[in-house]
Structures are given as structure tokens and as C-alpha cells.
């Protein structure tokens, strides 16, 4: 399975941003794919996943009501559609992909991130 995220960028408090993680591979091994961030010096953080079906969603709290993970009717592409922005969203965000659909920071299969960063 390789996974390619992109779609970050410089962005203002307040702005949107939507990532993009392009999934190709051994697509039929994947139950579940999420979207990570890691600051510089800190762990990696769950922030949002989905089940490969698409039919179910959970959030961190933190992005709860202002992210949305979705994924095209292909199976082919994860999106982080990311609104309301604000400078503690500012991390390197990383997709990944597994064979259990779970909020878990110890996916199997790691894209390479995008960094997103947000000023105030």
C-alpha cells in the first residue's frame, strides 16, 4: 500500500484547507485510513479516520465540528477538509492506512505528511 499526501500550505486563523491522500497498492488489505499531525518534539496525534467503506467517521476532539475526512466514491483519494483553522492546527499532517479501521496512532502503512501551518 503507498499512500501520498498533499495539499498543505500557508494559511491564515480562520482560513480553510482541505489535504488530499492519494491511496494506490494493495488497496483490498486497508480497513481503515486516518489523517495524523506531528509537531516538531512531540508525538504523533490522531486527528481524524475512516473506515475504507466510508461509512463511518470519528474525530479527535479537538477538530471535532471543524474537520471532515471523506473519500471518493473510487476508494482511490482521502480528503481532511479543514475549516476554521487556528495556530495550534499548525503541525506536518500525515495519512495512513490499515487493516483495522481504529483511532490509533500505530497505523501500518505512513504517507509522507504535508506541513500545514496557520498564523494569527
Known amino acids: 500500500v503507498q499512500l501520498q499526501a498533499s495539499g498543505g500550505g500557508l494559511v491564515q486563523a480562520g482560513d480553510s484547507l482541505r489535504l488530499s491522500c492519494a491511496v494506490s497498492?494493495?488497496?483490498?488489505?486497508?480497513?481503515?485510513v486516518g489523517w495524523f499531525r506531528q509537531d516538531p518534539g512531540k508525538d504523533r496525534e490522531f486527528v481524524a479516520a475512516?473506515?475504507?467503506?466510508?461509512?463511518?467517521?470519528f474525530y479527535a476532539d479537538s477538530v471535532k465540528g471543524r474537520f471532515t475526512i471523506f473519500r471518493d466514491s473510487a476508494k482511490t483519494t482521502v480528503y481532511l477538509q479543514m475549516n476554521s483553522l487556528k495556530p495550534e492546527d499548525t503541525a506536518k499532517y500525515y495519512c495512513?492506512?490499515?487493516?483495522?479501521?481504529?483511532?490509533?496512532?500505530?497505523?501500518?502503512?505512513w504517507g509522507q505528511g504535508t506541513q500545514v501551518t496557520v498564523s494569527s
Open positions: 495512513g492506512a490499515d487493516r483495522r479501521y481504529r483511532k490509533a496512532i500505530d497505523y501500518e502503512w
Open positions: 497498492g494493495r488497496t483490498a488489505s486497508i480497513f481503515g
Open positions: 475512516i473506515s475504507w467503506a466510508g461509512s463511518s467517521t
